[in-house]
């Protein structure tokens, strides 16, 4: 597959069949994901991966978690969430967790998280060209203390994304996209105010 046919074709996929997917195939998804970009080679992504029959002693963390950060809210409630979770865990034969280590300014920081997400995009369309489909969730869950312990993260690390992975059930989903013209500004010289200076004669001020 072609990679603009990959990236116009890729859809969030959220029902899987049941068919395992194999380590080696995760971990060739995740050597495509550390070649996105990233500023001054940070490589700032870190993978957390959740599979197979591991999935319901992760379920059970995140239920203990759940449980144990809900005060004030009533229990039955919390163990309703809880049991949604279960099942969107359950859903997805493999799900990569990712994090982002912080920089050591705000700007570096975001610097990583948006280098961690196009890693997360390499793999969702890499999952995609070999046959494998996908979704990229943002549960709360992964915040959690003990969540974050259970899957290694590192201290202050950011959580990109949850990438729930697996062989799809979906077919023609529906999808839908703003043209990108109407998102676009075509700079030209000649619409600059006249009054704006000319960077060629004005010193530059600040940093
Ligand atoms: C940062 C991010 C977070 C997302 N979180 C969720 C989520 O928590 N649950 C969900 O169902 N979809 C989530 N999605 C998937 C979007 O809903 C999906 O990409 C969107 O509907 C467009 O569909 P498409 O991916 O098929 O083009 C997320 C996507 C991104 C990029």
Redesign the pocket.
Known sequence: MLVEEAIRT?????VFSGEAVVDSLVAALLDAAVWAPNHHLTEPWHFSIVSGADREAFARVVRTEMLAHASGIDAAIVQAKALKERQKLLSAPVIVAIYSDAGPDDRATRENFAAS?AA??NV?LLAHSTGLAG?????AIYELPGVRSALRARPGAIF???LCLGYPMQRN?R???TPAVEKTYWFKSEDLEPHLPDAMDSPVSGG
């Open positions: 890729r859809p969030s996929i959220k997400a997360a995009q969702l979704i990229w969730r943002t549960s990109v994304g949850a989903v999808r839908r996209r």
